[in-house]
């Protein structure tokens, strides 16, 4: 047996008032079913974790609750106001959304990632992402009023900052009002308002602005302030990237 797992305590359900206020200790792993009346918090939960607020270092399953914090990895489905992941692999839902990655769905009213994040992010007003020092983000963020992704401010300070192939956003960005990005973005804007740095593909709205582009601008007024043709209404195109 693995040393660490022999190392700690397992037991198949917890119930929690407010932690320490539990069954059991912070320190046990719950195999099968947690429920927090108010507080519960477990080095590690899987299966099923219900309650108002669930605090957890690693989880695997449902989880559903007013909040929901993980401090390390989970995989599997979240529901609550608030859901908080370091690294997440699965389907979240709630009001607010956050994790450090992300891979797979994200549905809320606000979406936010702080290094990378790989699958499809839905946002009722808006999602924002981070590309910091693990790499590039590939992920569709469709909102109801932005998307924004940018270069976390921890990389800013690295000698890797903005190195073009290896930190990148590769995807789509979706919005009624406003998408930006200031990474080197491949793929679609869609929006009123568009505006990248370095873009190669494709952006569609009212007003359309990139730094340098390798791709096609189709709006009212279109502007590539590095390319060929700085401005030109309703269609621009440049290779300039």
């Given at each position: 047996?693995?040393?660490?797992?022999?190392?700690?305590?397992?037991?198949?359900?917890?119930?929690?008032?407010?932690?320490?206020?539990?069954?059991?200790?912070?320190?046990?792993?719950?195999?099968?079913?947690?429920?927090?009346?108010?507080?519960?918090?477990?080095?590690?939960?899987?299966?099923?974790?219900?309650?108002?607020?669930?605090?957890?270092?690693?989880?695997?399953?449902?989880?559903?609750?007013?909040?929901?914090?993980?401090?390390?990895?989970?995989?599997?489905?979240?529901?609550?106001?608030?859901?908080?992941?370091?690294?997440?692999?699965?389907?979240?839902?709630?009001?607010?959304?956050?994790?450090?990655?992300?891979?797979?769905?994200?549905?809320?009213?606000?979406?936010?990632?702080?290094?990378?994040?790989?699958?499809?992010?839905?946002?009722?007003?808006?999602?924002?992402?981070?590309?910091?020092?693990?790499?590039?983000?590939?992920?569709?963020?469709?909102?109801?009023?932005?998307?924004?992704?940018?270069?976390?401010?921890?990389?800013?300070?690295?000698?890797?900052?903005?190195?073009?192939?290896?930190?990148?956003?590769?995807?789509?960005q979706i919005s009624i009002i406003l998408n930006t990005s200031d990474v080197n973005f491949s793929g679609t804007q869609?929006?009123?308002?568009?505006?990248?740095?370095?873009?190669?593909?494709?952006?569609?709205?009212?007003?359309?602005?990139?730094?340098?582009?390798?791709?096609?601008?189709?709006?009212?007024?279109?502007?590539?302030?590095?390319?060929?043709?700085?401005?030109?209404?309703?269609f621009n195109a440049s290779m300039s990237m």
């Amino acid at each position: 047996m693995n040393s660490h797992l022999a190392a700690r305590d397992f037991a198949p359900v917890q119930i929690s008032l407010y932690n320490p206020h539990q069954l059991f200790d912070d320190s046990y792993d719950i195999t099968l079913l947690r429920i927090n009346l108010l507080y519960g918090r477990n080095r590690g939960v899987s299966f099923l974790d219900i309650g108002t607020v669930n605090s957890d270092e690693d989880f695997a399953g449902f989880q559903g609750g007013i909040v929901n914090i993980v401090d390390d990895l989970a995989l599997g489905i979240q529901l609550g106001a608030v859901n908080y992941m370091h690294d997440f692999f699965g389907i979240q839902a709630g009001l607010v959304n956050i994790n450090y990655e992300l891979f797979g769905i994200q549905l809320g009213v606000f979406n936010y990632h702080t290094t990378r994040a790989c699958g499809l992010q839905l946002g009722i007003i808006g999602t924002m992402g981070k590309i910091g020092y693990l790499g590039g983000s590939r992920a569709v963020q469709i909102s109801g009023i932005f998307n924004s992704v940018e270069y976390s401010d921890h990389y800013k300070t690295t000698s890797l900052y903005r190195d073009h192939e290896k930190f990148y956003f590769k995807g789509a960005q979706i919005s009624i009002i406003l998408n930006t990005s200031d990474v080197n973005f491949s793929g679609t804007q869609v929006g009123i308002v568009n505006i990248a740095d370095r873009i190669s593909g494709l952006q569609i709205g009212l007003v359309n602005i990139a730094r340098r582009m390798s791709g096609v601008q189709i709006g009212l007024i279109n502007i590539i302030r590095e390319g060929a043709l700085p401005f030109f209404p309703f269609f621009n195109a440049s290779m300039s990237m």
